[in-house]
Every structure is written in structure tokens, then in C-alpha cells.
């Protein structure tokens, strides 16, 4: 491919996950943004919202859907990248699409929302309880963490969520391995940007701040997601049992996964299956120590970690849940749909003190 940078358009205005994407779109070698779409702030400044990325976007705008549709008619070929919510995303994607279609350009889309995660309208129907928006778009997508798929055979991307990533990233092996029986086991803690921009009870700092409690447990809305993914990465179906809690700190998320084993094994030949297993995985990080929030958080790297007794094993995973469980993920994706080394503009190491 040549050097020629790549436009991009990102879907999704104000939110935690779209800030992050500019961050890192601005610091990619080959990415080129040409547009932020907010239908409802379409002029505003971004830096209004985004006090942080003012130095790097002083003059950048939020755009309406119609400028969107427009200017992706006119990219013989671009990426657009979602961060719109569940129930929005679908048919603002499938709008720009068909914009795109009928002008004859290409757009590859990477969607980090949840509409296009499941392989059919009614399985995602039944999780979300509403009328999928662009079912005849569901065929064009694929959905995995960028470590579970190694050809992409469809034209679009959807990125799992943000606990599915790391619960994924912990359990896949264990059953593609034939390591565990197929009945787990997750606990996952995620900081509060898991929740969302718009304060609420479980975001506001006052209510979050030194706490940490259950919620959704056994009913959370990943857990079908989690499943469905983990089978096409593995190829077993497995019964996932998982309580999110919610932590005092921003970002990031660890969790745990346990499981009874098949055939005794222990801490030292489990961690060298996770190894194995994501050798050549440039951004999963198996040690021996346990894994720390504050060794990801702000970075697109997972850290793995293991132990086991003989009859039960346990995997821990620290990801940051807007970066690699997100935002970074996405990009993986986009780098991988452009032809580009997988790692480019995302080998940024964590802040360490955040």
C-alpha cells in the first residue's frame, strides 16, 4: 500500500470513546481525520467538549450527518470509525453506506457500538429488546477481538465490548487449549468510564469514590456476547457465569476467570499455554506476576496473567476498557483492514501513575 494517508471519519460526538479516538488518530503516522459527526452539536468546537485535544484540534468542528454523508461520497475509499450508542449506530452506519454506494466509494467501517456484534438480528433482538436498525447489514460484519481472528473475510468490523474483551482474552484459550471444563466463571471491576459521559448514579464521583459493588450479576448484557464470541474463537460452546462490579477508579477494567481443569495442571505449565497461545500477539502480555490496572491504563496492551492448583485454574486480565477494550481495539482493526502493521500508532506504553 502507499504511504498516502488514510481519511477518517468518526461517528459518535461527544462521548469518552470518540475522545479517545481522536487522541489516537492524531498520533497515527498514516490517519488522517476529516470529519467528527455529532447530529446534535453539528459547528460546535470540539475542543468545547474535548479540553484536552485543543492543542492538537484548534479548529476542528463537529459535523452534521448530511456533511458525513457527503463527504464519504467523495473518498474514493476511507475508514469510518463508531462510536455511536447501541439501537443508534446501525442505521447511522447503513445511512452512510448507502450514501457511499450510491456515489460508488468504498468505506471500510469499524463499529465499536454493539449492533453489529451478534451474526443475526434476533440474537441481538433478544439481548437489547428492540428491532435491530440495518439487519441486511449484519452479514458485512464480523466481530472478535483482533488476537482471535486472523483472516477477515467481510468487508466491516465490530469490536466487542469493553468487559467481552477481557474476559474473551482470558477464557478463549482455556477452551481452545481443552484446558477447562466448558462452565466459567468471571468477575470483572471496571472504572467508571465504562458508564459513560452523561453523569448518573453509577458515574457520579461522590457515590464511586472508595466503593466497589456488584451489579447485574449473572445478567449483564455482555455475558450472551461473551458466549457467542467465545465459541467462534474456540470452537466450544461454553457456559459463562459473570458479575461486573463497578470500581473507584476512571479507567480500566480487571478480571478474573476460573474454571475446574480437565487434566491437573499448574501454575507454571498454564502460564506457558497462554504464551503459546498468544505467541506473536504483540499487544497481550503474559507474566508471571499479577496483573495491575496501572500497567495498562491509557494503553492498548493486555496484561495476562495465571495460577493453578491442579484441579482449578484462574486467569487475570488488566486491560484499559476505553483503549484496547474500545477505542485501541478499533484501531487495531483499521490498521489490519488498511494492510498496516498491526502495532502502528498504538505501541504507546501506559502513564504508570494515572
Not at 452539536?41 to 448530511?66: C, M, N, R, T
Not at 436498525?133 to 488476537?147: K, M, T
Not at 459463562?240 to 478480571?255: E, K, M, W, Y
Request: proline content about 8%.
Amino acid at each position: 500500500m502507499s504511504d498516502a494517508k488514510i481519511p477518517v471519519i468518526v461517528l459518535g460526538g461527544t462521548g469518552y470513546v470518540s475522545g479517545e479516538l481522536l487522541r489516537l488518530i492524531a498520533a497515527h503516522p498514516r490517519l488522517e481525520l476529516k470529519a467528527i459527526l455529532s447530529d446534535s452539536q453539528p459547528g460546535e468546537p470540539v475542543a468545547k467538549f474535548f479540553a484536552h485535544l485543543a492543542p492538537i484540534y484548534p479548529e476542528l468542528k463537529f459535523s452534521s450527518l448530511d456533511e458525513v454523508k457527503q463527504l464519504v461520497g467523495t473518498l474514493p475509499t476511507s475508514a469510518v470509525v463508531s462510536a455511536a450508542p447501541h439501537g443508534v449506530a446501525a442505521k447511522l452506519i447503513d445511512d452512510i453506506l448507502t450514501a457511499a454506494e450510491a456515489k460508488g466509494t468504498k468505506p471500510r467501517v469499524i463499529d465499536i457500538s454493539a449492533d453489529y456484534r451478534y451474526s443475526t438480528a434476533s440474537a441481538y433482538e433478544a439481548v437489547y429488546k428492540h428491532a435491530h436498525g440495518a439487519p441486511n447489514r449484519i452479514a458485512q460484519f464480523s466481530c472478535a477481538v483482533p488476537e482471535h481472528l486472523n483472516k477477515l473475510t467481510t468487508p466491516h468490523v465490530a469490536h466487542p465490548g469493553c468487559f467481552a474483551t477481557a474476559v474473551l482474552l482470558s477464557s478463549v484459550p482455556l477452551l481452545s487449549l481443552g484446558l477447562v471444563e466448558p462452565r466459567l466463571f468471571a468477575a470483572g471491576i471496571t472504572g467508571s468510564t465504562g458508564s459513560g459521559r452523561t453523569p448518573g448514579a453509577g458515574t457520579h464521583h461522590p457515590q464511586r469514590h472508595s466503593d466497589l459493588y456488584a451489579y447485574n450479576p449473572l445478567s449483564h448484557r455482555h455475558t450472551p456476547e461473551i458466549a457467542a464470541l467465545a465459541q467462534v474463537a474456540s470452537q466450544v460452546p461454553a457456559e459463562f457465569n459473570f458479575v461486573p462490579h463497578s470500581g473507584p477508579f476512571a479507567r480500566g477494567i480487571h478480571v478474573t476467570v476460573q474454571a475446574k481443569a480437565l487434566k491437573p495442571i499448574k501454575t507454571p505449565e498454564l502460564l506457558e499455554a497462554l504464551k503459546g497461545f498468544y505467541a506473536g500477539r504483540p499487544f497481550v502480555r503474559v507474566v508471571g506476576e499479577m496483573p495491575h490496572v496501572k500497567d495498562v491504563a491509557t494503553s492498548n496492551y493486555a496484561f495476562l496473567s495465571a495460577a493453578a492448583n491442579g484441579e482449578s485454574v484462574a486467569v487475570m486480565c488488566a486491560i484499559d476498557n476505553l483503549v484496547k477494550g474500545a477505542a485501541g481495539g478499533a484501531m487495531q482493526w483499521l490498521n489490519r483492514v488498511f494492510g498496516l502493521d498491526e502495532t502502528t500508532g498504538l505501541t504507546t506504553p501506559a502513564a504508570g501513575w494515572t
